[in-house]
């Protein structure tokens, strides 16, 4: 049943998304995941995160931040270099009593941000290929008939000595 914050429609899918994203945190972590030790079951605890985040952003849009992004942002920045890792800057914000959820949407991010990461990291691109394949591994050229793509000697076929250190060159 999906949400109604303040006259705001939230679905059912987002929620579903913020339990998954909780219940994925807690596999790769150790200890008592954050709802049990509330006291609430994940479903509950996912609702309250999602309808606390909605507040929040009602909030926001509503007054707008009194102090700009870019204050706010050095500021962070600044703090963050105060601490020796990653783990000390957030247990220094629970400390502060500030709720600290690392890695939400995380694997998602980096989906969408594949393009990005790939030069920065690699040096190259991210190519993405979508085709139909038959059984026997052929795809249809667009007139009709049959074309195997295979390796380097398609690329070859495509472009004489300059074969794609990722497997295949989809350009022609």
């Not at 994203?21 to 807690?26: E, V």
């Not at 700009?68 to 500021?75: A, G, L």
């Not at 890792?85 to 989906?111: N, P, T």
Request: glycine residues 10%.
């Amino acid at each position: 049943m999906a949400l109604s914050i303040n006259g705001e429609r939230v679905e059912d899918g987002f929620s579903e998304q913020v339990r998954r994203q909780l219940a994925d945190q807690h596999g790769s972590g150790n200890g008592i995941p954050e709802w049990e030790a509330l006291g609430k079951d994940i479903e509950t605890f996912a609702r309250d995160m999602v309808i606390a985040q909605v507040l929040i952003r009602q909030e926001a849009a509503a007054n707008g931040p009194s102090v700009p992004s870019k204050d706010i942002d050095q500021e962070m920045k600044r703090i963050r270099e105060e601490h020796e890792s990653k783990e000390a800057y957030q247990e220094r914000l629970r400390e502060a009593g500030i709720e600290v959820l690392a890695g939400v949407l995380d694997a998602e991010a980096r989906w969408l941000h594949a393009g990005h990461l790939l030069r920065v990291t690699e040096g190259r691109p991210f190519v993405q290929l979508k085709l139909a394949v038959s059984a026997d591994g052929l795809i249809a050229p667009g007139a009709g008939g049959k074309q195997r793509f295979v390796g380097v000697e398609w690329n070859r076929s495509l472009a004489p000595g300059a074969t794609a250190a990722f497997g295949f060159c989809a350009e022609r």
